[in-house]
């Protein structure tokens, strides 16, 4: 048995052991005459629904929605590989659909949290959103100058993609079944009379948990993508001691 990458978390380990448990329902959508391509844009289309959601502050139905449509990145890749269908076209689509996805959750959030008035909440958002980008930015660059290529990069870090999906995911539902989000009285007045609530403590115990898996987010996937600047310098000294 080979040995771990410096760096590998049990992530890898939790994503195969979802795509394996997501392999029948892939074959199934592929009985039904869905292609790897469609279930990608399909997985995308329920991810938008689920940031609308989330923009009109329907947090619960949002959550649900959000993990469902997620869920959709695991089908369309066990369904590539299940019939011989992967592709270089398929990872590419498949890759730039997840971002896409991603993105526009966090906009949702973004949009949910300034309607409540929660403005801490939409910068957490803002930050998760920038942090998780920069995880694949890592990823994207490091494979390109030919570190870790294939999937050994995604090894590395205690926070891709699955393990973001479900901290907002349950974030969402619990903001949903805790009161979903509400800030309580304005703790600054800015310019023109713009009003700002950052208090994380004036607002609904669901606003609590949300801006906590938010923060979490933020926090974990910055490790992650310190992890893989330290993968990639390591590597780099590696093969310039050759």
Request: charged share 10%; hydrophobic share 55%; with cysteine.
């Amino acid at each position: 048995m080979s040995a771990p990458l410096p760096g590998a978390s049990a992530a890898p380990g939790f994503r195969a052991r979802v795509r394996h448990i997501g392999e029948p329902v892939a074959l199934l959508f592929g009985r039904l005459g869905l292609t790897p391509n469609g279930l990608t844009i399909l997985g995308f289309a329920i991810t938008v629904v689920g940031a609308a959601l989330a923009a009109a502050g329907l947090w619960l139905v949002a959550g649900i929605v959000v993990f469902l449509g997620g869920a959709f990145d695991m089908f369309d890749g066990a369904l590539a590989r299940a019939t011989g269908r992967a592709s270089k076209v398929g990872a590419f689509l498949d890759s730039v659909f997840d971002r896409w996805g991603e993105s526009v959750v966090y906009v949702g959030v973004v949009v949910g949290c300034l309607n409540a008035g929660f403005q801490a909440g939409a910068a957490l958002a803002a930050l998760a959103m920038s942090e998780a980008f920069l995880v694949s930015y890592t990823r994207a660059r490091a494979e390109g100058l030919g570190f870790a290529t294939g999937r050994g990069m995604a090894a590395i870090g205690i926070a891709p993609r699955e393990v973001r999906l479900v901290i907002l995911s349950l974030g969402l539902l619990l903001g949903g079944l805790l009161g979903g989000v509400q800030a309580g009285g304005v703790v600054f007045v800015g310019p023109a009379g713009s009003v700002f609530n950052l208090s994380l403590t004036d607002i609904s115990t669901g606003a609590q948990v949300l801006a906590f898996a938010l923060g979490l987010i933020a926090l974990l996937a910055t490790i992650t993508v310190i992890q893989r600047i330290i993968h990639v310098t390591k590597q780099a000294a590696t093969s310039d001691g050759k």
